[in-house]
């Protein structure tokens, strides 16, 4: 099977691809080509340090998605079966200061990959969404499900919903096989280190407190499911092998913890006997969500299982890879934190 991944280069896509390549579960089934234009997130720095370069099943092409001649050359050189769209402007933050580049490549982006997989008459498209597209939960509403309104609440999550329209529509106007998947928060190995979990570990590596969005109303009880990494790259495949077109599959990790007690969380395994000594408070972004948690029955019905049950231990390891790799990080914190203050 011919896989093409958009973003390939990126956290999550560079993660997907080592599974694809690597894991017994595939089974050496794919070879893959990675269309990704290395934005500052995903300069090539994951790929090249994984050594998935060296495999002759694995094509990188340099592109941006919302060139459409960057994405037929990739169909026509590579005239891929599968298509699974990772390629995104993912930091809300970035989305408030400016949401043009999310618009650009999340929506327009996304047509142009969509009319491509017409063209070519594939056998699936695998939209990756997020749970941010379900809006703001209260501390005890249920848990969101795939049939629920769509509110997003930032701009980045309001271009992942018109992609999912887009993705949607072409279903049902061109007959295109779609899945769309909405993953909770992620983490594990190579995420880039302004994001909440590798930016809390890198800065108390560095002796640098935990930023922690605070007020009196609200001390840092914003609450989010996580997933480890792999196993939302696990679901991700399973789902366009098993999901059934046309269909929405929620991919949450069922660990909600407040953003106070994560930060807590991470301070004790660095030793912190006074945790306040360990996180800074900041204002809350315009616009906070205050929880997101997802249903995951869909998914379990098609057989699917979770490996990384434990958060606890899962979150150990990701501190411990970010301590034995800081040759991986350093230069990519140090970049953008020149260029761009949160």
């Not at 995903?42 to 094509?59: A, C, E, F, P, S």
């Not at 327009?108 to 703001?136: H, M, N, P």
């Given at each position: 099977?011919?896989?093409?991944?958009?973003?390939?280069?990126?956290?999550?896509?560079?993660?997907?691809?080592?599974?694809?390549?690597?894991?017994?579960?595939?089974?050496?089934?794919?070879?893959?080509?990675?269309?990704?234009?290395?934005?500052?997130?995903?300069?090539?720095?994951?790929?090249?340090?994984?050594?998935?370069?060296?495999?002759?099943?694995?094509?990188?092409?340099?592109?941006?998605?919302?060139?459409?001649?960057?994405?037929?050359?990739?169909?026509?050189?590579?005239?891929?079966?599968?298509?699974?769209?990772?390629?995104?402007?993912?930091?809300?933050?970035?989305?408030?200061?400016?949401?043009?580049?999310?618009?650009?490549?999340?929506?327009?982006?996304?047509?142009?990959?969509?009319?491509?997989?017409?063209?070519?008459?594939?056998?699936?498209?695998?939209?990756?969404?997020?749970?941010?597209?379900?809006?703001?939960?209260?501390?005890?509403?249920?848990?969101?499900?795939?049939?629920?309104?769509?509110?997003?609440?930032?701009?980045?999550?309001?271009?992942?919903?018109?992609?999912?329209?887009?993705?949607?529509?072409?279903?049902?106007?061109?007959?295109?096989?779609?899945?769309?998947?909405?993953?909770?928060?992620?983490?594990?190995?190579?995420?880039?280190?302004?994001?909440?979990?590798?930016?809390?570990?890198?800065?108390?590596?560095?002796?640098?407190?935990?930023?922690?969005?605070?007020?009196?109303?609200?001390?840092?009880?914003?609450?989010?499911?996580?997933?480890?990494?792999?196993?939302?790259?696990?679901?991700?495949?399973?789902?366009?092998?098993?999901?059934?077109?046309?269909?929405?599959?929620?991919?949450?990790?069922?660990?909600?913890?407040?953003?106070?007690?994560?930060?807590?969380?991470?301070?004790?395994?660095f030793g912190f006997e006074d945790t306040e000594e360990a996180i800074q408070h900041v204002e809350h972004r315009t616009g906070h969500d205050f929880r997101y948690s997802l249903d995951?029955?869909?998914?379990?019905?098609?057989?699917?299982?979770?490996?990384?049950?434990?958060?606890?231990?899962?979150?150990?390891?990701?501190?411990?890879?970010?301590?034995?790799?800081?040759?991986?990080?350093?230069?990519?914190?140090?970049?953008?934190?020149?260029?761009?203050?949160?």
């Open positions: 099977m011919r896989v093409l991944v958009t973003g390939g280069s990126g956290f999550i896509g560079s993660n997907f691809i080592k599974y694809l390549l690597t894991d017994k579960e595939v089974d050496g089934k794919v070879s893959v080509v990675n269309l990704d234009k290395l934005t500052y997130a995903g300069k090539g720095r994951n790929i090249g340090h994984m050594d998935l370069h060296q495999d002759d099943r694995y094509v990188f092409i340099q592109g941006d998605i919302v060139n459409p001649d960057d994405v037929d050359y990739a169909f026509s050189k590579f005239s891929p079966d599968i298509v699974f769209n990772f390629a995104a402007e993912s930091h809300v933050d970035r989305s408030i200061i400016n949401a043009v580049p999310f618009i650009r490549s999340n929506i327009f982006g996304t047509e142009v990959l969509l009319q491509a997989a017409k063209r070519k008459g594939l056998e699936r498209f695998v939209q990756i969404s997020t749970d941010e597209v379900y809006g703001s939960l209260s501390p005890n509403a249920p848990s969101s499900t795939e049939s629920d309104m769509l509110t997003p609440r930032s701009k980045y999550a309001a271009s992942k919903a018109g992609a999912e329209h887009l993705v949607q529509s072409s279903h049902e106007e061109d007959g295109l096989s779609t899945v769309i998947t909405r993953s909770s928060n992620n983490f594990g190995p190579y995420q880039f280190p302004e994001k909440l979990i590798p930016r809390a570990i890198t800065n108390l590596i560095d002796g640098k407190p935990i930023p922690l969005m605070w007020s009196e109303e609200n001390p840092g009880l914003n609450i989010r499911d996580w997933i480890h990494v792999q196993d939302n790259c696990r679901a991700i495949w399973y789902v366009s092998e098993y999901g059934n077109e046309g269909n929405v599959y929620n991919i949450g990790g069922g660990n909600e913890v407040a953003n106070i007690n994560l930060a807590t969380i991470i301070a004790l395994e995951c029955t869909k998914l379990k019905e098609l057989g699917f299982e979770f490996r990384h049950q434990d958060f606890l231990e899962g979150l150990r390891q990701t501190i411990q890879w970010y301590r034995e790799n800081q040759s991986w990080w350093r230069p990519l914190k140090q970049e953008a934190e020149s260029t761009y203050q949160k």
